[in-house]
Each structure stands twice: as C-alpha cells, then as structure tokens.
C-alpha cells in the first residue's frame, strides 16, 4: 500500500512536469536564453530524480546479481545528480534578480566544481561506502558521509535564499515569494525524509516550486518586453489606470518618459546590434534607478515610461539625477562607443485631478519635447 502510494505520487508529480515542459516549448522564443534553459534544466533535473528514484524503490530488496548492478547504477546517478536542483535554483534566483545572461554563465561555471566533487563521491561509494551502502539482502542504507553530503547541499540552497533576501529590493514581492517557495518547503522536506525513512516529499516539493515558478513566469512574459526586460506597452497601460485610480491626494503618481538622445545615430553609426544594446543598457540603469514597486516600461521604440508614487518634486528630480548620473557612467567604460542619454520628461497627478491615462501621457510627452528643444538650444 505504502509503495503504491509512493509511486501514485511521483507519477502524478511527473505529469505535472511533463505539462510545464510542452507549455515551456511555445514561449521559448521570446525569453531570454540563460533564464528559459535554467528553467528547462531545472524541469529536466526534477523529472529525472523522480524517475530514478521511483526505480531504486522498486528495486531495494529484489535478489539478485543483475538486480544488484542495477540498484548501484541507479543510486549513483540519484546522488551524482542531487545536487543539480539545488545549483539550478541558485542560478535561476540569480536571474530573476538580475536579469543577466552573462552573469548566469559565469555563476554556472563556479558551480561546476561543486557539482563535479558531489559526483565524484556518488560514483566511488559503491567501494568506499560514502554516501550509500547495500547489505548483502540488496537493502539500501545510508553511508558515512551522507549527513556531509546533505550539509553541503543545504549549504547551496542556503546560498539562494541568501541571494534571494540580500537584493528583496530588486524583485517584487509576488517574485520574491516565489522564490522562496523552493528553499523553505524543500529544507523542510528534506527534514522530515530524513527522519522517517520511506517518505518521498523532496521532489514533489520541488516540483511544486516549478509549478509556482511558471505561473509566475508566465504572468510576466505577457507583460514583459523581450528585448529590455522592462514591463511592455500592454503593462503600461493597466499599471497606468490602475494606479491613477488609486493614487491619494497628498501622495500622487509620477512618472517621466524618457528618449533616449541620438538614438537614430546609434543605429546608424554602429548597427542595429549596438541599438539594442543601448536600449538594454538604458533599462538596466532604468531598473537600477527605482524601488522594486515602481515600474519601468518601454513605451515605445526608444522611448520609457517610469510610473512611482509619493516622491514629490524634490524626489522626482533625485530620480532624474540619478537616471542620468548612471547613464553618464556608462558612458565613460572603456571602449563604449556610443554616449547613452536622455531627454525626461516629468508629471505628477493624484486624484483630485483628471485621472485619464491618456492627458497623463500626453503630459510627459509635451514636458520631454519641451526639455529636449531646451537641450538642443543649450
């Protein structure tokens, strides 16, 4: 009964994988390439550990040689391949937070050697003992090194969580949940797996996480524009209502619409590839610059809309510094080819005042035209 129902469970956990995965193949080419093969190997990781180590208990205990050489293969690849949820999850909070390709590719290779060492120890312990010993009944039973080898893949969870609350500022909240909803429910888990021998709660809790994971994902892919990883038009314009709507007065919305200067120029100077470069540097400066509750959102060609609350006249033009003093730095690296800046607009509005998107817009339209003319006559 008791290994049926284990087997009921990894088969429903594996379905449940299976769909993320073919709903994951129609979305694949508007996502950035780090963060949709994390996410694929994460899925593929989790599916593989719930089938190995579905076939490991239905082979502990059965007589035999072959059985035997197949319980050692078996448990080998479930502890060589352990490690790589926990690694992936450290990789994908990376992302989320910082929507980096390169910074994904650099973290990966410092995980390699850990994962490497970890394998390492799987595949001598069929002679060492480490992690897993079999009686000569074919019973599976831990090895003297196992509590170090969970410490250690404890330690990796831990280095997610970590980097996870150490930038909650950089994510929104309904993110930032999210990603917690991998390390706490796996920790406890692992915990009680650990104590009660049999139970299979680790990669259903996993799985769980991934499920979470891409709903969220999906959420932000709709609203997300591919290229900047700023919120798109269609975020803007139900973010826009919704916060007039709400705005009090006393604290009303702002925002600034930015375009960015000689941006034709750029194009045609250095090609389209350096374009959009600049505009994914522009976004990144952009999201560097606000709180994890305003929005940044590309309005358009080479246009972005900021909308943030209760900062005031004197905040918004901190915010207008702050924008440009990260563009000009950007300016100034070393082998930059092009200069990266701005004409920005700025509106304020609250609910004693007309709450139409539209006049809104058109606000921080005719303020950034009216400053670039300033700009250029300067």
């Not at 390699?112 to 079999?134: D, E, F, K």
Request: proline residues 3%.
């Amino acid at each position: 009964m008791e290994n049926l129902l284990r087997v009921q469970t990894e088969a429903f956990t594996l379905f449940i994988i299976v769909i993320l995965w073919f709903s994951g193949n129609r979305r694949s080419s508007t996502e950035s390439v780090a963060g949709f093969l994390v996410f694929r190997l994460f899925l593929a990781s989790t599916a593989a550990m719930l089938v190995i180590d579905a076939v490991s208990w239905q082979l502990d205990g059965v007589p035999g040689s072959a059985a035997r050489l197949a319980l050692h293969i078996d448990i080998v690849l479930y502890y060589a391949l352990h490690s790589v949820p926990a690694a992936l999850f450290i990789l994908y909070s990376d992302f989320q937070v910082f929507m980096d390709d390169a910074r994904v590719r650099k973290l990966s290779r410092r995980l390699l050697p850990v994962l490497a060492l970890m394998a390492l120890a799987a595949i001598s312990s069929p002679l060492t003992g480490l992690l897993y010993v079999l009686d000569e009944g074919n019973h599976y039973a831990r090895g003297s090194a196992y509590l170090y080898f969970v410490a250690i893949e404890y330690g990796l969870v831990a280095i997610g969580l970590g980097l996870v609350i150490a930038n909650r500022r950089r994510v929104k909240g309904r993110v930032f949940f999210t990603l917690l909803a991998f390390p706490l429910p796996m920790v406890a888990a692992g915990i009680v797996q650990m104590l009660v021998f049999g139970l299979t709660l680790l990669w259903p809790a996993t799985a769980l996480f991934l499920l979470m994971s891409s709903l969220n994902i999906e959420n932000r892919r709709s609203k997300t524009d591919h290229l900047t990883g700023a919120a798109n038009r269609r975020s803007l314009d139900e973010e826009l209502d919704r916060r007039l709507e709400q705005s009090k007065p006393g604290s009303p919305l702002c925002g600034l619409l930015l375009d960015l200067d000689d941006f034709k120029s750029i194009n045609d100077r250095f090609g389209h590839e350096a374009g959009d470069r600049a505009l994914e540097a522009a976004a990144s400066i952009l999201l560097a610059s606000v709180r994890a509750d305003d929005l940044v959102a590309r309005f358009g060609g080479d246009e972005f809309v900021l909308l943030f609350e209760g900062k005031g006249p004197a905040g918004v033009e901190s915010l207008v510094t702050r924008i440009e003093e990260g563009f000009r730095l950007h300016s100034e690296q070393p082998g930059q080819p092009f200069r990266l800046a701005a004409s920005i607009g700025r509106a304020c509005r609250d609910r004693t005042e007309s709450a139409d998107a539209a006049a809104f817009l058109a606000e921080l339209d005719a303020d950034m035209y009216a400053r670039k003319r300033l700009r250029k006559g300067a």
